[in-house]
C-alpha cells in the first residue's frame, strides 16, 4: 500500500469549491506531519503552494492565494488541499508530499479539471 | 531573483551515467539545501536526494543508494547529480529544487533536464 493516496481525478465547476484529499497508509497518523501540497501545469516544474500542520502551524507559499488553504480530516488520517473560488487556471496536477522514513514522499497526484 | 538553471537534455545508453549541473543565482548558495527530484512522462513527483551545499552532507533515496551522487562547486554556486548504471526506466525530467534545511519548502525549481536512456 502507497505511503500516501490521492484521487487520480477530480472534477469542479468555476467559482465552486475543491477539496482534494492526501491519505496516509494505516499506521502513519496524519497528526504528527506536515503536509506539503504543490501544483504543477504542463511543461512547467512544480510550485510549493502550503504546508499545513494545524490551524496554527501552517504556512502559505510565497504569492499563493489565500483561496488556497490546508487542513487534516483525523478520522480519515488525511490531509486536505482545499481550493474556494474555483479559477480556470487551477486546472493543474496537484500532489501532496510528507518527509518519512528519511525520504521525502510524495503522492500520485490530482489532475483537477475546471468546468 | 532567485534562479536555478540546469543543463540540458541528455541520451544515454544503459549502463552509462549522466551528470546533470544546476546553476543558482539569486540568492546565497551555502544558505538552502539543494534536492533533486525525477518525474517520468506523464508520472508523479520522485524524490531522489538532497545535498547541503555549505557542508557537502547529502541523502539519498534508499531507492538510488549506490548510483546516485550530489556534490557541489561553491565558487560557482552549482550543485550537479550523478546517477550511474542507467536503465530505461530512469528516462524522467530530473529537477533541482531548493529548500531551507529541514523543511519540504521546495520554494524554487530548475526548469528541469530531460534525460533518455535509449540503445
Known amino acids: 500500500q502507497a505511503v500516501l493516496t490521492q484521487p487520480s481525478s477530480l472534477s469542479a465547476s468555476p467559482g465552486a469549491s475543491a477539496s482534494l484529499t492526501c491519505t496516509l497508509r494505516?499506521?502513519?497518523?496524519?497528526?504528527?506531519?506536515?503536509i506539503y501540497w504543490f501544483q504543477q501545469k504542463p511543461g512547467s516544474p512544480p510550485q510549493f503552494l502550503l504546508k499545513?500542520?494545524?490551524?496554527?502551524?501552517?504556512?502559505?507559499g510565497s504569492g499563493v492565494p489565500s483561496r488556497f488553504s490546508g487542513s487534516k480530516d483525523a478520522s480519515a488520517n488525511a490531509g486536505i488541499l482545499l481550493i474556494s473560488g474555483l479559477q480556470s487556471e487551477d486546472e493543474a496536477d496537484y500532489y501532496c508530499?510528507?518527509?518519512?522514513?528519511?525520504?521525502?514522499?510524495f503522492g500520485g497526484g490530482t489532475k483537477l479539471t475546471v468546468l | 531573483q532567485v534562479q536555478l538553471v540546469q543543463s540540458g537534455a541528455e541520451v544515454k545508453k544503459p549502463g552509462a551515467s549522466v551528470k546533470v549541473s544546476c546553476k543558482a543565482s539569486?540568492?546565497?548558495?551555502?544558505?538552502?539545501?539543494i534536492n533533486w527530484l525525477r518525474q517520468a512522462t506523464g508520472q508523479g513527483l520522485e524524490w531522489v536526494g538532497w545535498?547541503?551545499?555549505?557542508?557537502?552532507?547529502?541523502g539519498y533515496a534508499q531507492k538510488f543508494q549506490g548510483r546516485v551522487t550530489m556534490t557541489r562547486d561553491t565558487s560557482t554556486y552549482t550543485a550537479y547529480m550523478e546517477l550511474s548504471s542507467l536503465r530505461s526506466e530512469d528516462t524522467a525530467v530530473y529537477y533541482c529544487?531548493?529548500?531551507?534545511?529541514?523543511?519540504?519548502?521546495?520554494?524554487?525549481w530548475g526548469q528541469g533536464t530531460l534525460v533518455t536512456v535509449s540503445s
Open positions: 529544487a531548493r529548500n531551507y534545511p529541514e523543511t519540504g519548502n521546495f520554494d524554487h
Open positions: 539569486g540568492y546565497t548558495f551555502t544558505s538552502y539545501d
Open positions: 545535498m547541503n551545499p555549505k557542508s557537502g552532507n547529502t
Open positions: 494505516s499506521g502513519i497518523n496524519v497528526g504528527t506531519y506536515w
Open positions: 499545513y500542520k494545524s490551524d496554527s502551524d501552517n504556512q502559505q
Open positions: 508530499m510528507i518527509w518519512h522514513s528519511s525520504t521525502w514522499v
